[in-house]
């Protein structure tokens, strides 16, 4: 995760852009709870969509790996879910590596 | 200035908010979703509305045709992720239902191409290519990364209300920026020294889509416009005809648009432009804006299409003047921004041919759409 394009948008204000990123990590937890529910319920159509805002927050935030994961879900959704196992996992893995990351963040 | 911001996803629509914030907007209200925006829209008529495409319940692109519907508000922002067809169709919608798009946004937003955009709402008639909040810098990265690219106006026979050409419009899809459109977005490209550069990626973009179009069985124009900052290079016109070969097109396929103002502004390099044009068998369209710019058309001796505003065709005086220019030029005599079919017989009866339309888009989505819209109009 590069901070700099947050820190550019804040004016360099580490507190603010920590305000910001605690506030992703909310709303991006939240959302990827709902992401993990609609794949155990086989609901692509939710899948499509969770996996549609999770991408649109992190690339807010200049997440664009993350949001890049988050993308290929969001395609993989409209492919069926047999694709996407394997690639909620690897969100889940890199969501948490990345509220890991905003934590340290001072 | 009231804005609306529309987003269903609570951290996006904050962080927008955030942005306009810091920008020096202050008067900003938001909602969740489509139906709820249409209320606030109705109670509060913003004067901008930046939205999302992608909602759940009413999606994007029906909340923008019942804000045009009801008349709710002037501009729109889109902000949106998606691919660049898909937004260039809902510009089209948009355009078509008399809404002027400032923009479209993709994420991570910036604070300046926000700004960009609100600065074109502000000043919607500058045309004086004062650089405003564009960066010349980021314009150049634009031009060095072929960010330029022609989008497309239809221009329609009076009688058969037919597609006859397209105008190809340069647009900005600047990775930085978003997609710019517009004067103020555009107009300081012509200050720069790489303008012709720009003008040449246009160029390149319609000529593709000229080849592929007669392929396909459409025998229209298309026409690309030309500004000052492009046709100091001399030896523009020669490229454009060098590349007309390569790809097949005559003279007759493609033609080049000149602004009236050019002839005023720079009377020397506009004539030389339009006699380079004429000798490369191009035919040549000059856009007359205002009634100084008639003046200028002394210095015109030919031209295929001169195009004035609708508004003139209840001016005697000026369109007589515009007659009057057609005859010693022998051009045919074209509008522009007319939106409705009843307007028609009007235009017929001022002895005008064409008309051009205000519908920007991809160029069988735009033309389909317009042909569409009007004849729902009239």
Same mark, same amino acid.
């Given at each position: 995760?590069?901070?700099?394009?947050?820190?550019?948008?804040?004016?360099?204000?580490?507190?603010?852009?920590? $305000?910001?990123?605690? #506030?992703?990590? #909310?709303s991006?937890?939240?959302?990827?709870?709902?992401?993990?529910?609609?794949? #155990?319920?086989?609901?692509?159509k939710?899948?499509?969509?969770l996996?549609?805002?999770?991408?649109?927050?992190?690339?807010?935030?200049?997440?664009?790996?993350?949001?890049?994961?988050?993308?290929?879900? $969001? #395609?993989?959704?409209?492919?069926?879910? $047999?694709?996407?196992?394997?690639?909620? $996992?690897?969100?889940?893995?890199?969501?948490a590596?990345?509220?890991?990351?905003?934590?340290?963040?001072? | 200035?009231?804005?609306l911001?529309?987003?269903?996803?609570?951290?996006?629509?904050?962080?927008t908010?955030?942005?306009?914030?810091?920008?020096? !907007?202050t008067?900003?209200?938001?909602?969740?979703? &489509?139906?709820?925006?249409?209320?606030?829209?109705?109670?509060?008529?913003?004067?901008?509305?930046?939205?999302?495409?992608n909602?759940?319940?009413?999606?994007?692109?029906?909340?923008? @045709? !019942?804000?045009?519907? !009801?008349k709710?508000t002037?501009s729109?922002?889109?902000l949106?992720? *998606?691919?660049?067809?898909?937004?260039?169709?809902? =510009?089209?919608?948009?355009?078509?239902?008399?809404?002027?798009?400032?923009?479209a946004?993709?994420?991570?937003?910036?604070?300046?191409a926000?700004a960009?955009?609100?600065h074109?709402?502000?000043?919607?008639?500058?045309?004086?290519?004062?650089? &405003?909040?564009?960066?010349?810098?980021?314009?150049?990265? &634009?031009?060095?990364?072929?960010?330029?690219?022609?989008?497309?106006?239809?221009?329609?026979?009076?009688?058969?209300?037919?597609?006859?050409?397209l105008?190809?419009?340069?647009?900005? =899809?600047? @990775? =930085?920026?978003?997609?710019?459109? %517009?004067?103020?977005?555009?107009a300081?490209?012509?200050?720069?020294?790489?303008?012709p550069e720009?003008?040449?990626?246009?160029?390149?973009?319609?000529?593709?889509?000229?080849?592929?179009?007669?392929?396909?069985?459409?025998? &229209?124009?298309?026409?690309?416009?030309?500004? *000052?900052g492009?046709?100091?290079d001399?030896s523009?016109?020669?490229?454009?005809?060098?590349?007309?070969?390569?790809?097949g097109?005559?003279?007759?396929?493609?033609?080049?648009?000149?602004?009236?103002?050019?002839?005023?502004?720079?009377? %020397?390099?506009?004539?030389?432009?339009l006699?380079?044009?004429?000798?490369?068998?191009?035919?040549?369209?000059?856009?007359?804006?205002?009634p =100084?710019?008639l003046?200028?058309?002394?210095?015109l001796?030919?031209?295929?299409?001169?195009?004035?505003?609708?508004?003139?065709?209840?001016?005697?005086?000026?369109?007589?003047?515009?007659?009057?220019?057609?005859?010693?030029?022998?051009?045919v005599v074209g509008?522009?921004?007319?939106?409705?079919?009843?307007?028609?017989?009007?235009?017929?009866?001022?002895?005008?041919h064409?008309? !051009? %339309?205000?519908?920007?888009?991809?160029?069988a989505?735009?033309?389909?759409?317009?042909?569409?819209?009007?004849?729902?109009?009239?």
């Amino acid at each position: 995760m590069d901070p700099h394009y947050l820190l550019d948008l804040t004016d360099d204000n580490r507190t603010v852009t920590k $305000e910001i990123l605690v #506030q992703f990590v #909310q709303s991006d937890a939240a959302d990827r709870a709902g992401l993990a529910a609609a794949l #155990q319920a086989g609901d692509t159509k939710a899948l499509n969509m969770l996996a549609h805002r999770i991408k649109g927050g992190a690339r807010c935030i200049g997440a664009l790996e993350y949001a890049a994961i988050a993308e290929d879900i $969001e #395609q993989g959704a409209l492919r069926g879910i $047999e694709f996407l196992r394997g690639d909620v $996992e690897a969100l889940e893995r890199a969501g948490a590596a990345l509220a890991a990351w905003v934590s340290r963040f001072h | 200035m009231h804005i609306l911001v529309v987003d269903d996803h609570d951290f996006t629509r904050s962080m927008t908010v955030r942005l306009l914030h810091d920008i020096g !907007q202050t008067d900003i209200a938001e909602c969740r979703d &489509g139906a709820e925006a249409l209320a606030s829209a109705r109670a509060q008529r913003p004067d901008i509305v930046l939205t999302d495409l992608n909602m759940p319940g009413m999606d994007g692109m029906t909340f923008i @045709r !019942q804000l045009a519907k !009801q008349k709710l508000t002037d501009s729109l922002i889109i902000l949106s992720g *998606l691919e660049l067809s898909v937004l260039r169709a809902v =510009e089209s919608l948009a355009v078509v239902s008399g809404l002027r798009v400032l923009g479209a946004v993709a994420k991570p937003f910036r604070k300046d191409a926000l700004a960009s955009m609100l600065h074109a709402h502000s000043h919607p008639l500058s045309a004086s290519g004062s650089a &405003g909040d564009i960066d010349l810098a980021g314009l150049e990265r &634009g031009i060095a990364m072929e960010e330029f690219k022609a989008w497309y106006v239809p221009i329609l026979d009076v009688k058969s209300l037919r597609t006859v050409a397209l105008e190809a419009v340069p647009r900005w =899809e600047s @990775r =930085e920026y978003g997609t710019l459109m %517009g004067l103020n977005a555009l107009a300081p490209v012509n200050r720069l020294a790489a303008a012709p550069e720009a003008a040449k990626q246009v160029v390149r973009d319609a000529m593709l889509g000229a080849a592929l179009w007669r392929q396909m069985g459409w025998r &229209g124009t298309v026409i690309v416009p030309l500004g *000052l900052g492009a046709l100091r290079d001399e030896s523009l016109l020669d490229w454009i005809h060098a590349q007309a070969r390569i790809n097949g097109i005559s003279g007759h396929v493609f033609a080049i648009a000149l602004e009236g103002a050019a002839f005023t502004e720079d009377a %020397g390099t506009a004539a030389f432009a339009l006699a380079r044009a004429l000798m490369n068998e191009f035919a040549v369209i000059v856009h007359l804006r205002t009634p =100084e710019d008639l003046a200028a058309m002394n210095l015109l001796t030919a031209s295929s299409t001169i195009t004035c505003p609708a508004s003139w065709v209840s001016d005697p005086v000026l369109l007589h003047r515009v007659h009057e220019c057609a005859s010693r030029t022998r051009a045919v005599v074209g509008v522009t921004n007319v939106d409705e079919a009843r307007l028609f017989d009007a235009m017929h009866e001022a002895r005008i041919h064409l008309v !051009q %339309g205000t519908a920007v888009g991809e160029p069988a989505g735009a033309a389909e759409t317009y042909e569409t819209h009007l004849r729902v109009s009239g």
